[in-house]
């Protein structure tokens, strides 16, 4: 897997240690990050069904989750400006996961299920500008793919949790499995504590405030970063319908039971384990735009075959084929805010566009759920495939980063 850092200025085998073990740590910590994430909506039916939830219910706390993943910002600042204590912010965003699990294994009604919600958004928001930013400083030749391997550590766990979490569900009641995940959150961040309190001890010189701040304007006025800010926003607001909805859909109208609930959200992740860093690397190449707009159409196009597929091999080989695209552009449109974001910025810039995302995104799940009222779950995959179409028109005017080729090309001019 390292191997594919091919193209830096150094051979991989030539990479400071600490530099391997800053990937291999954080590509594991993710993959910790996403095997709370998924819990998510493999427990949405039993929550939902438990506690008797509407449609518009289910897509508040959706919301509530997003309303956490709102906090990426001032994690981004505290990630740029105190550089030092970015492994204690790793180490705190999986405490977060484990005592979320916990509130919402205890919660006696809807209400009580949304304070957890919110903090499975905070674990998110207080993970990735700091771990993100890490890797796109340390390797910026190769930024797409760095991210992108560390994006394969999700895709582990984004793979791996809903098999796993649904066939402990056949057997366990759901409140008990949620309240021991604060005891996996502990043992996980006792670890990664151990692997990365090295690692940020003798950081390089922190910018200024004023600094910093003045590049943030430059950063807000730059066309292409709004442009991808608001791209990634409109394949937010379809994943998070889907990732809402599509469990409902397989459990409760198609009456699978948890565990194969479990296998179809695992298809859904899985092909992100081959393809994230082929995507990255291809982005790298020959740029973001070569890369993004074609994948945005196609995936609007599955999106609506979601909606239209039988029960069966059909919706299992749709299902396969949103898992190429599913996680893996997110690395991808990440990339493209980092390419123009100041070197002192870089956490910043994450969680500047993450609020952006969050914010413009934050009602879909409910009017996803309202729509899944009226009109039935697929009218939700829909809805999704307009959000893809319009991203992919966003992209079109931007000039993105044309890739490493285009350079050479130009070089060689």
């Known amino acids: 897997m390292f191997s594919l850092f091919h193209k830096t200025k150094k051979k991989f085998s030539d990479i400071e240690p600490a530099d391997k073990t800053l990937i291999g740590s954080l590509t594991g910590?993710?993959?910790?990050?996403?095997?709370?994430?998924?819990?998510?909506?493999?427990?949405?039916?039993?929550?939902?069904?438990?506690?008797?939830l509407s449609g518009t219910q289910v897509g508040i706390m959706g919301a509530a989750r997003q309303i956490g993943n709102l906090m990426t910002l001032p994690s981004g600042i505290f990630a740029d400006a105190w550089l030092r204590h970015r492994a204690t912010m790793l180490v705190i965003s999986i405490i977060f996961m484990g005592l979320a699990y916990f509130l919402i294994g205890i919660a006696p009604s809807?209400?009580?299920?949304?304070?957890?919600?919110?903090?499975?958004?905070?674990?998110?928001?207080?993970?990735?500008?700091?771990?993100?930013?890490?890797l796109s400083s340390r390797f910026p030749?190769?930024?797409?793919?760095?991210?992108?391997?560390?994006g394969v550590g999700a895709t582990f766990g984004d793979t791996l949790t809903p098999i796993v979490a649904g066939g402990f569900l056949l057997v366990v009641y759901w409140r008990g499995l949620l309240q021991v995940q604060i005891i996996v959150a502990v043992v996980a961040a006792l670890i990664l504590w151990r692997l990365l309190a090295k690692q940020f001890q003798y950081p390089k010189e922190n910018s200024?405030?004023?600094?910093?701040?003045?590049?943030?304007?430059?950063?807000?006025?730059?066309?292409?970063?709004?442009?991808?800010?608001?791209?990634?926003?409109?394949?937010?607001?379809?994943?998070?319908?889907v990732l809402l909805f599509l469990p409902l859909y397989v459990q409760n109208e198609l009456g699978y039971d948890s565990f194969t609930l479990g296998l179809y959200i695992a298809m859904l992740h899985g092909m992100g384990l081959v393809t994230q860093p082929i995507l990255g690397i291809l982005s790298d190449r020959f740029g973001r735009k070569e890369v993004l707009v074609p994948s945005y159409v196609i995936l609007g196009f599955l999106y609506i075959a979601l909606a239209n597929s039988d029960k069966g091999w059909q919706l299992s080989v749709v299902v396969l084929a949103i898992g190429i695209f599913f996680y893996t552009l997110t690395n991808v449109t990440t990339a493209a805010v980092l390419d123009v974001s100041g070197d002192n910025i870089q956490a910043t810039s994450m969680?500047?566009?993450?609020?952006?995302?969050?914010?413009?995104?934050?009602?879909?799940?409910?009017?996803?759920?309202?729509l899944a009222d009226s009109y039935g779950l697929g009218s939700t995959f829909l809805l999704s495939a307009v959000f893809m179409f319009l991203g992919a028109m966003i992209f079109i005017p931007l000039r993105l980063y044309k890739g490493s080729k285009a350079r050479v090309v130009n070089e060689v001019k």
């Not at 003045?214 to 409109?234: C, E």
Request: positive net charge; proline residues 7%; aromatic residues 8%.
């Open 141 to 150: 030749e190769n930024r797409a793919t760095a991210l992108s391997l560390h």
């Open 351 to 370: 969680g500047l566009t993450s609020l952006l995302t969050q914010a413009f995104s934050l009602p879909s799940p409910i009017i996803a759920g309202m």
């Open 208 to 241: 200024s405030s004023s600094d910093r701040f003045s590049d943030v304007k430059k950063l807000i006025k730059n066309p292409i970063f709004v442009g991808v800010s608001l791209a990634q926003g409109l394949m937010n607001m379809a994943r998070n319908s």
């Open 29 to 52: 910590g993710h993959l910790v990050i996403h095997w709370f994430q998924q819990l998510f909506p493999i427990i949405v039916p039993a929550v939902a069904n438990s506690l008797g």
């Open 110 to 134: 809807f209400i009580w299920v949304l304070p957890g919600a919110m903090l499975v958004g905070l674990g998110t928001a207080a993970w990735h500008p700091p771990a993100m930013a890490s």
